[in-house]
């Protein structure tokens, strides 16, 4: 067989089709970015190759360095990138360029809305890499051949972005890739050696391998230049940034480092920058990404630091060095101490990344209160995108629980505005002289919350309570006992206690009020039966006549749904139903002779509580069946 016969022709995945025909339109106001992708793509290939040689010296000559070259040619309008990295067999170049491999990328391309503006923001958050090529190339070219094989196994690709790719065997010299792009007429910008030049500058000083250019030639005598060899400068500063110290990096550098880890277009929000030495030696270089990505709730979405060990590249996505509720955190972490042969298995096992990992735990938390007190809005904007993660933070980290507190932020019923930016410390701030505990209402949304009975008496002494309307909030509650030597308080929860800011006055009240009504109080629980726990006088009422109180040890409304929805058996728990004495229907009640109407009121007032408090009601047909019955005797 000859090498020429070998071309096959195939078509792109329908995913990575229909992400190429997005990504060419709607990227159109930052092409230059394709560089960013492809120069990153060399550097992650010479990576690879580094950490193959570990186990195969002879992978590596010893006398070629690792490096990226640029060769533009403004009259064929080409543009070339090649690497001595580790290169790709055939059938790697038919995953690698031909499918998407990311989970969840379905579920991706469904949220795009067709609006150019919005997708190319979301496009830019899934990593957009090779395919960028074809937002300023009609065709792209990719001869690869993959350290370690022959000359003659080496593989070419070709495509113009369309529906489809060839793909043959070819020959190359050395091992590595070259991506070849046709530019397209009105792009013949990037085929300027200045252009390059300066986007090189731009997006890949980071980049610890040299990016080579050809040196300008200014002299006159071009027939003398002419026959001169091709004679290559280095045009990057081509030192991995984290080794550099903090004060020699400008922010633009951080930011576009960051874009090269992560993948994400858009600037990170705040980033930590760490050298370690002592019994540990080690740099970290952790950033807060401005917005999630669009598989944060994918359980098998890729998390995790980048790790080097003594600045070689070992491996992407090293999830055993923060926490699952810090996911969110991207960056770089170079050890001195681990292994160079490090696996996945062993890090799992070595004390060294035990250590390491609280160290850097430590660090992001630190980063995020700093970023806190230093700049609310942007902290307000982290918390947005990443707040309800954070929020497993005490449950699944004892140890920091006090130091996620302070990082938490709630709606609050004083806050005037419903976005989750008040801080436990800001609640304990405005706490009332006599008040000891810090009073939360859990809710299906704030909507519910605001209009809850048992916000009343709260409302009425002017007291603060916090609205929780994320799913995870009665979960992550019963990991939290106190903040600041106070005591969390569900105003839902048990028999309410106001403690000092009760006046004995009111207490007289009440107690006075039981008496009088406890044979009503039987009477309620009679008609109501096996429906509820327990019937009382409420302490939380001013304007409604009843409503339901969890007891103090019960499951709430909340992870009951949760527990259902992930089907796992849900415990039967019966509600207190709360009466208000003070209540004028209350007092008709009690002085209702009718036992059946007096069973209707009741079912009604239950049925009240219920939906007050966003719940559901049990039997919504008899809920009517009595409310008209009751409405029609009033026409009488
Ligand atoms: P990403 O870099 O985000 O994984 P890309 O679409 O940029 O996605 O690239 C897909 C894959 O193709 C890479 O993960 C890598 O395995 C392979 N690849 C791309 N460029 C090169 C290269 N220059 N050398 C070796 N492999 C490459």
């Not at 749904?561 to 207190?576: L, R």
């Amino acid at each position: 067989m000859t090498v020429a016969s070998n071309v096959e022709t195939r078509g792109f995945e329908t995913e990575a089709k229909q992400l190429l025909h997005l990504m060419i339109h709607s990227l159109y106001s930052n092409k230059e970015i394709f560089l960013r992708e492809l120069i990153s793509n060399a550097s992650d290939a010479a990576d690879k190759l580094r950490f193959q040689a570990l186990s195969d010296p002879s992978l590596l000559a010893e006398d070629s360095e690792l490096q990226v070259q640029i060769d533009v040619d403004s009259k064929k309008r080409t543009i070339s990138i090649s690497d001595n990295g580790i290169g790709m067999t055939r059938e790697e170049v038919i995953t690698n360029l031909g499918t998407i491999a990311k989970s969840g990328t379905a579920q991706f391309l469904e949220t795009l809305t067709g609006d150019q503006k919005k997708d190319s923001q979301l496009i830019g958050q899934f990593g957009v890499g090779f395919y960028s090529a074809f937002i300023v190339a009609d065709e792209v070219e990719v001869l690869t051949r993959k350290a370690g094989t022959d000359a003659s196994e080496a593989t070419l690709w070709k495509s113009s972005g369309e529906a489809e790719y060839s793909i043959e065997s070819a020959s190359k010299e050395t091992s590595g890739t070259v991506v070849t792009l046709h530019l397209k007429k009105d792009e013949k910008e990037f085929a300027e050696p200045y252009r390059i030049r300066s986007i090189v500058k731009k997006y890949a000083d980071h980049i610890s391998i040299p990016v080579l250019m050809e040196k300008q030639d200014f002299s006159e005598d071009k027939e003398k230049s002419k026959n001169k060899e091709k004679e290559y400068e280095t045009v990057n500063a081509a030192k991995a940034l984290w080794t550099r110290s903090r004060k020699d990096v400008k922010d633009d550098e951080y930011k576009e480092f960051y874009k090269h880890v992560s993948h994400d277009f858009e600037d990170p929000l705040d980033w930590s920058h760490n050298r370690v030495e002592g019994k540990l030696e080690y740099t970290s270089l952790l950033y807060i990404p401005g917005r999630a990505p669009y598989d944060l709730w994918n359980r098998d979405a890729a998390r995790g630091l980048k790790l080097y060990v003594q600045r070689v590249f070992i491996m992407d996505e090293a999830e055993q060095f923060l926490p699952l509720y810090l996911r969110f955190i991207k960056g770089v972490v170079d050890s001195n101490d681990i292994s160079l042969n490090v696996s996945r298995e062993i890090l799992q096992k070595d004390p060294v990344v035990d250590s390491m990992r609280s160290a850097l735990t430590k660090r992001a938390l630190d980063m995020l209160e700093k970023l806190r007190k230093k700049d609310k809005d942007k902290y307000d904007a982290f918390w947005k995108e990443f707040g309800q993660v954070l929020k497993e933070g005490p449950a699944e980290d004892f140890a920091n629980r006090e130091r996620i507190a302070k990082l938490l932020q709630f709606t609050t019923t004083q806050s005037g505005s419903d976005k989750q930016d008040q801080g436990l410390d800001d609640y304990v701030s405005r706490m009332q002289e006599n008040q000891d505990k810090i009073y939360y209402l859990v809710a299906e949304n704030l909507k519910a919350a605001r209009n809850s009975p048992h916000l009343e008496i709260f409302r009425k002494k002017g007291i603060e309570v916090i609205l929780m309307v994320d799913r995870i909030d009665e979960w992550l509650m019963s990991h939290m006992h106190e903040f600041d030597g106070k005591h969390f308080q569900d105003i839902a929860r048990g028999e309410l206690d106001l403690g000092k800011l009760d006046d004995a006055a009111e207490k007289e009240t009440k107690e006075k009020s039981e008496e009088k009504l406890k044979d009503l109080l039987e009477r309620i629980k009679a008609s109501l039966g096996e429906r509820v726990k327990e019937v009382r006088i409420s302490h939380r009422l001013t304007d409604s006549a009843a409503c339901l109180a969890v007891d103090e040890h019960d499951m709430g409304a909340q992870m009951r749904k949760i527990m259902a929805a992930s089907g796992q058996p849900v415990p039967e728990t019966k509600p207190i139903f709360e009466i208000n004495p003070d209540h004028p229907l209350i007092g008709k009640l009690d002085a209702e002779p009718d036992e059946d109407r007096f069973g209707d009121i009741v079912a009604i007032l239950f049925g009240q509580a219920s939906l007050a408090d966003g719940g559901q009601l049990e039997d919504p047909g008899d809920f009517s069946a009595r409310l008209n019955k009751v409405l029609l005797e009033l026409s009488h």
